[in-house]
């Protein structure tokens, strides 16, 4: 009997709670009172996952299935998220490997010669050959790469990009020019958040910075309340206009997955677990992990952390039409992630873990560390933010992990330049954006070596902007200083000093909201 | 560096210590407690206990240790183990039930190997809540945890059969209050059907007066305690589980009945069918334990002198 | 039925006294001569008696106390073991009893009196006193001075128990079952404040803010005319409450004796080796903890022909300070019918002050004991002031 997420407001009978902090985490004795948000228990995963994948392509939603759409002679072009999902990393066989093999056993069938595999990773950075084979499978790997039909989407390059038009707002639609000319494009998901899946897979996975730049900018994420609720967000708004588009030209497939929230594997499961109930061994695991990870020098504890891989159930596939798939996953997503919370809160605190979307396999520089608290933790709701408008959120990370020039080169600059003159997200976008998203350097590493996009560090500041409007103070517990006054932020040593700090905004005795997760959870703040 | 790892190793335990309650129960913050998960039944799993290992265990410490305290405390008298001669195979015993004597009774009374492949069901909530009463009582007398309170018997059982082990059920499922015979379950009968295993049906005497429900050790002076067991019960050829039940009660009363008069006598009153109930006389309750509590007497014959 | 029931078992008492107070797991676990049975439901089988579905039954000192060997042997010819605790019982009426209809919902006045046990009333009794009776151990039912104490009549601490018609008071309706549950200790408050002899503007002293203490404030605020009321509280949750019950000031144990003194405007003395004391002092103090500590404070807080009234079971203390100055040393226990003790109790649990807190009652099922028992010891930390068990939640 799994149980539903829960508010816990801590009395005298609570014991010290967990919070992620990079790569470690620590026990925090937060103020009685604080309301903490505990997300729901892992839900039911479906009996046999390759019957359920069967049954998905076989009797998909709104749609002839899938061995109707194939034909002999066929141009199929297979889209999938890449490695940005899910976190942390899923347990070989990944999900979205299976799926592409039974979707290619079907061609197979149908005598389809003419396949392309594409990892839709838009102006994320290119995967190695490595991780492509832990997605899609040794067998497909195996089978495609060499031939260079598997393969990772390039924006930036003009021979391989189709412009579609325009939608009603004026905002240019360029996809992959293979997708666009296929007679079928098939789209593997795997939808962590609400934020994922829809329209936004082809319409962003597969688009070039010109269409992006529509969408990814701070005036629309302002507006966005949050991205993780795509009625209310006006980046799903352009990313919907988008896929219409595509989809009056494009036939496509769309195949959603969600999973459980099995994160973290023995024997860490203790982290997963709610505090008052871990026993003698979770306790004696707890200790021993924090005095191993004091120990472990950096690197050890880098290995540490990004070698967890989570052992997901598969909780639903659906597959068909874009949009009523959408609806089903999104419905599922919510059943595993939702909480319902009332009230707004004065302060907001969030432990912000080793691992984001865009640091698989990499470090954690303070801007992703930002992104990942001020854009994703803090969106994290469906109504209203669950800290009110002038309210103070406190983040736990060292920010001291530095900046990997293999994978975050224009981060550096990024960083040392553009927040060196300006942190306000709606001034460094017209004075700076065009410059990095064009500098010929920066777009020779995005296509040749594995780094993300010239521009992305951008987006990752437009993701905080909706946070930097609404909040009236940041302040990061345990951070570095000089990380945290260069992003515009404060640090403090603990909690209680971090209050101290915030009591000028919110008063000596403000109400508290933490947020217990990872696993991820949806506040619906009423 | 070091110095610090260890204040902070400290503190972290002190933290630990603190936080959940070190040497005192933990409690769950009052806000959590409607999501307090239910009780789990804590049935220790016993596989172990039927390994070639725990069988060596286990005949040491019945030959060495339960047989020589048992027999000094009760004397038996076993009747009929000519049947099992010519059965093979596991069968299922099904025993009226008196007292925890019962147990120790079937298994010293059976053939060695027989005993060595005989496990006896024991209510799961009563014998396997603490890891030491499971092993404990796994090993003395080879108990397999049933759930009594289901009115169905967890998987174990059938599993148990198929390996080739034999069962000693007490249909009943709990010890007589006044010692006479009470409602048979069906859970005997549902496995016979089920694997398709012979019922040897068992009737003993005594138990209840050598130590009834409550007493923890057997009463003083070597109490008679007979034991018998009867021709085997085949389900037949589409018999239904409700049909073969009653077939055991009724053969658990005969071999009673054969117990206390004769085996002829016993056959001529089962076929006019009056074979005395074995739940006993409907009289006031002392008058039941009353007569629960007379040893069974052997040797009806025997002139007894009178201590000069 | 399932029920809790403590049995005989003299190496458990031995092992709680000597290692209770270090390892304290110990006393809710292998040393807790108690355990979850499944009994026959308790009858009595004598006019005026009925059964009754106990809805919840709280956890008081006086159970724990027994629970970890620390009470006085001295009890030990007034109860009959095995017996099911718990004597602080709101109920419903399972059969009709005399005038009360089955279904009442009822709390029991657990004092079993000549009434219950159908004797002729002794002296006490024919007065009103009831809590005096000197027939507890004989008559209808086994030795045992009140329901929760006796073989026959079973206890709180289980679903069922019976209970004589003279022992039961119909709850009136609008209150909660968790305020019917405080009217009994509430009851034992109301009679400790009229015990305490307080006079027009007598200042009290009140050392103690667990459910005992902070109910005696309130009797004592309500119902007599005390002046300044002075509480003495450990915990944070404990000094909000007795302000709302009523108390003037509450002070944490250190300080006590130095407020005093000043309020009062009394020497203080400091003797060697011994605790310090007050010539001069409050006119009532009330040890509502029975701890050395507690009771020598009240003692040597007192002014000369005050009088200390003993709360709850008193442990051996120095009463050098009793004979000195020549105090009246009162013992309270339980509540008598004559002073309509649980009619009074009735309208103080409907206060606003007592509702908020009953709401803070901490309910577990009884297959949870261990736990609830740990709770209720460490009430005071844990920020609870009663801890019951609800047999429904089973």
């Known amino acids: 009997m799994t149980r539903p997420g829960f508010v816990l407001e801590v009395d005298d009978r609570t014991p010290p709670l967990l919070v992620h902090e990079g790569l470690g985490f620590r026990l925090e004795e937060f103020p009685l009172g604080t309301r903490v948000i505990y997300p729901p228990e892992p839900v039911a995963t479906v009996p046999d996952v390759d019957q359920a994948i069967r049954e998905a392509l076989l009797n998909p939603v709104d749609s002839e299935p899938l061995p109707e759409l194939l034909f002999a002679g066929m141009k199929l072009t297979i889209a999938f998220d890449d490695l940005s999902l899910p976190l942390p990393t899923m347990k070989a066989p990944d999900i979205r490997g299976r799926i592409i093999e039974q979707v290619l056993e079907m061609a197979a069938a149908a005598g389809v010669d003419d396949v392309e595999l594409i990892a839709a990773l838009a102006l994320h950075r290119r ?51 293979r997708a666009a000319e296929s007679d079928l494009l098939v789209y593997v998901n795997v939808n962590l958040v609400a934020m994922d899946g829809g329209h936004k897979s082809v319409g962003v996975g597969l688009a070039s910075y010109k269409s992006i730049k529509h969408h990814h900018n701070a005036k629309t994420m302002v507006h966005s309340r949050s991205f993780m609720d795509h009625k209310h967000s006006e980046m799903h708004s352009s990313a919907w206009r988008m896929g219409r588009l595509i989809g009056e030209s494009v036939k496509v497939f769309q195949i959603e997955t969600t999973l459980d929230n099995n994160v973290f594997g023995k024997p860490y499961d203790f982290l997963m677990k709610r505090e008052w109930e871990w026993s003698v061994k979770d306790q004696a695991a707890m200790l021993g992990m924090r005095r191993g990870l004091a120990l472990a020098p950096q690197k050890l504890r ?23 798939v959408h609806e089903r996953t999104v419905r599922k997503v919510h059943e595993q ?86 942190t306000d997200p709606h001034v460094i976008g017209p004075k700076f954006e065009e410059q990095f998203a064009t500098d010929p350097w920066y777009i020779h590493l995005y296509r040749t070596s594995n780094a993300y996009h010239g521009v992305h560090p951008f987006y990752m500041w437009y993701w905080i902007a909706h946070a930097l409007d609404h909040l009236g103070d940041v302040i990061w517990v345990g951070g570095d200083r000089r990380a945290a006054s260069r992003m515009g932020f404060r640090a403090a040593s603990t909690l209680q000093d971090a209050l101290e700090m915030a009591s000028g905004a919110v008063g000596t005795s403000p109400s508290i909201t933490y947020l217990h997760n990872p696993p991820h959870l949806l506040a619906d703040v009423r | 560096m070091v110095g610090s790892f260890w204040k902070d190793t400290v503190e972290d335990v002190r933290r630990a210590k603190r936080g959940w309650r070190w040497g005192h129960r933990a409690q769950v913050p009052r806000s959590a407690e409607p999501f307090v998960p239910p009780p789990s039944r804590n049935v220790y799993p016993n596989d172990w206990s039927r390994t070639p290992a725990a069988m060596v265990a286990r005949e040491f410490a019945q030959k060495v240790g339960l047989e020589p305290v048992f027999r000094s405390q009760v004397r038996t008298r076993v009747e009929g183990l000519d049947t099992l001669a010519r059965l093979s195979g596991p069968v299922i015993f099904a025993a009226n039930h008196a007292s925890h004597l019962d147990t120790p009774l079937l298994l010293l009374s059976l053939p060695d190997e027989w005993r060595r492949r005989t496990a006896v069901a024991a209510a799961a909530d009563y014998f396997f809540d603490t ?44 010890r007589s209050k006044d010692g006479w015979v009470g409602q048979f379950r069906m859970g005997a009968a549902y496995l016979a059907v089920e694997q398709g295993v012979p019922v040897v049906p068992v009737a003993h005497r005594g138990t209840f007066a050598a130590m009834p429900r409550g007493a923890g050790w057997p009463a003083r002076g070597r109490r008679q305690l007979t034991v018998r067991f009867g021709d085997p019960l085949v389900p037949a050829e589409g018999e239904s589980v409700r049909q073969f039940a009653p077939r055991i009660r009724d053969a658990v009363a005969r071999l009673l009945d054969e117990e206390q008069t004769d085996w002829y006598a016993a056959l001529r009153r089962s076929v006019s069918g ?24 052997v040797e009806p014959g025997k002139i007894r002198a009178w201590r000069g | ?365 009884l297959h949870r004991w261990r736990e609830a028992l740990d709770h209720a010891h460490s009430a005071g930390r844990l920020g609870t002031v009663k801890v019951a068990f609800d047999p429904r939640l089973s």
Request: one cysteine or more; charged letters at 20%; hydrophobic letters at 40%.
């Open chain 1, 127 to 177: 995967m190695t050959a490595d991780e492509l084979r832990h997605v899609v499978g040794e067998r497909v790997f195996r089978s495609f790469y060499p031939q260079g039909k598997l393969y990772n989407f390039d924006a930036e390059d003009p021979a391989n990009l189709a412009h579609l038009g325009t939608t009603e707002k004026g905002e240019d639609v360029e996809i992959s020019k």
């Open chain 1, 302 to 324: 880098h290995k540490l952390f990004h070698d967890l891989r989570g052992a997901y159930g598969l909780t639903g596939i659906n597959a068909g039409a874009v949009e009523p």
């Open chain 1, 337 to 422: 992630q939702r909480v319902k919370i009332e009230g707004q809160a004065d302060v907001m605190v969030m432990g912000v873990p080793y691992l984001g979307p865009y640091n698989v396999n990499s470090t954690m520089n303070p801007i992703l560390a930002a992104c990942m608290g001020l854009g994703y933790y803090f969106n994290s709701y469906l109504g209203q933010p669950v800290v009110r408008e002038g309210g103070v959120a406190i983040l736990y990370h060292p920010l001291d992990e530095g900046f990997n020039t293999l994978h975050h080169p224009s981060y550096v600059d990024f960083y040392e330049e553009v927040l060196a003159e300006s």
């Open chain 2, 131 to 174: 890891w030491w009463r499971a092993v404990g009582s796994s090993l003395l007398f080879n108990t397999l945890p049933i759930d009594r309170r289901g009115g169905t018997m967890s998987a174990t059982p059938g599993e148990v059969l198929r390996d080739g082990w034999s069962l000693v059920i007490f249909p009943e499922g709990t």
């Open chain 2, 274 to 297: 009056e074979t005395p109930d074995p739940s006993g006389p409907d009289v006031a309750q002392w008058r039941r334990v009353w007569a629960s509590t007379q040893s069974p007497d």
């Open chain 3, 1 to 365: 039925m399932l029920a809790l029931e403590m049995f005989r078992s003299v190496p458990k008492t031995m092992i709680g006294k000597a290692a209770g107070g270090r390892i304290p797991m110990l006393l809710t676990g292998l040393a807790a001569p108690l355990r979850l049975v499944t009994l026959d439901t308790p009858r009595v089988e004598k006019p005026g008696w009925a059964r009754l579905k106990v809805r919840m039954s709280g956890i008081c000192g006086s159970d724990l106390g027994m629970l970890s060997g620390k009470t006085s042997l001295y009890f030990s010819a007034v109860v009959s073991l095995p017996f099911v605790p718990g004597h602080e019982v709101v109920g419903e009426l399972l059969d009709d009893c005399e005038d009360l209809a089955a279904g009442t919902r009822v709390v029991v006045d657990p004092v079993l009196t000549c009434a219950a046990r159908g004797v002729e009333p002794c002296e006490a009794c024919r007065r009103g006193e009831t809590n005096r009776c000197s027939r507890i151990t004989v008559g209808d039912v086994s030795p045992g001075l009140q329901t929760g104490f006796c073989h026959d009549t079973g206890g709180g601490w289980s679903q069922q128990l019976t209970a004589h018609r003279s022992q039961l008071h119909p709850v009136p309706e609008g209150l909660s079952d968790e305020q019917a549950l405080l009217m009994e200790p509430v009851a034992c408050a109301v009679h400790t404040a009229l015990r305490a002899g307080v006079r027009d503007g007598d200042r009290v002293l009140v050392s103690g803010a667990g459910a005992v203490g902070l109910f005696a404030t309130l009797a004592l605020r309500e119902l007599t005319d005390a002046g300044e009321i002075l509480v003495v509280a450990k915990h944070g949750h404990q000094r909000e409450l007795a302000l709302e019950f009523g108390a003037t000031e509450v002070v944490a144990p250190k300080e006590t004796l130095r407020r005093v003194r000043r309020t009062t405007g009394a020497f203080q003395l400091e003797p060697v080796y011994s605790s310090p004391y007050l010539l001069g002092g409050v006119d009532v103090a009330l040890d509502a903890v029975g701890s050395k500590q507690s009771l020598e404070t009240c003692l040597h807080a007192t002014r000369a022909g005050g009088r200390v009234v003993l709360s709850g079971m008193p442990a051996a203390a120095d009463l050098s300070a009793a004979w000195f100055r020549e105090l009246d040393v009162v013992g309270t226990y339980a509540s008598a019918r004559g002073e309509d003790a649980f009619g009074k109790a009735a309208d103080l649990v409907a206060h606003d002050a007592v509702a908020r807190m009953s709401k803070t009652v901490a309910a577990y099922p």
